[in-house]
């Protein structure tokens, strides 16, 4: 028996990554909303059966689609812990004014806002590199640096998210 994992033939590798792209170009244009299994299989040129038989639905199909776009987050280990919260937010000011992340964004914002599944869907794809940034938050809080001794992590997460998410979302798009 063979341990080693079957090589993907190149043309499977090929459509894998035309659907994935075309997902994301969907996903950035008309939203989540609208975004259906047909129009990314028409704008990347393959039947729906071709999809399907990668993804079970849009939600698989998006997830796979997105952590085309995720970067490894290697948290900083020298500095304070003000600097080391100020480079992880850097670092993500950077990955979301990519093209990509920066024309999604809009529409996954939306589509948590108005779909449960997607919420939770997109709470969980996020956990890991959030947890990273409230380590950093709670480390500081415990160890004094915030003068303020109400912040907690959800306070300045929400502090950040006021401060750093787009105000103007797309027109909404499907069934609220």
């Not at 729906?48 to 970067?71: F, P, S």
């Not at 850097?90 to 990519?98: C, F, I, K, S």
């Not at 979302?169 to 069934?175: K, V, Y």
Request: proline letters at 7%.
């Amino acid at each position: 028996m063979n341990d080693a994992p079957a090589e993907l033939d190149p043309r499977v590798e090929r459509s894998r990554r035309v659907i994935l792209e075309a997902t994301l170009d969907e996903l950035g244009e008309i939203g989540y909303g609208s975004m259906t299994i047909e129009s990314v299989a028409r704008r990347a040129g393959v039947g729906k059966a071709t999809i399907y038989r990668h993804w079970q639905g849009k939600l698989d199909l998006l997830g796979d689609a997105l952590e085309t776009l995720k970067r490894p987050i290697t948290p900083p280990t020298e500095g304070s812990t003000r600097e080391r919260i100020v480079a992880l937010l850097e670092a993500l000011v950077d990955t979301l004014g990519e093209s990509r992340w920066s024309m999604c964004m809009p529409a996954l914002i939306d589509a948590a806002a108005r779909d449960a599944t997607f919420q939770r869907f997109h709470h969980q794809f996020v956990a890991a590199r959030r947890q990273i940034m409230v380590d950093l938050v709670v480390e500081g809080v415990a160890a004094g640096r915030r003068s303020d001794r109400r912040a907690t992590p959800t306070s300045t997460r929400d502090r950040v998210r006021r401060r750093a998410l787009p105000r103007q979302l797309p027109p909404r798009a499907g069934p609220p």
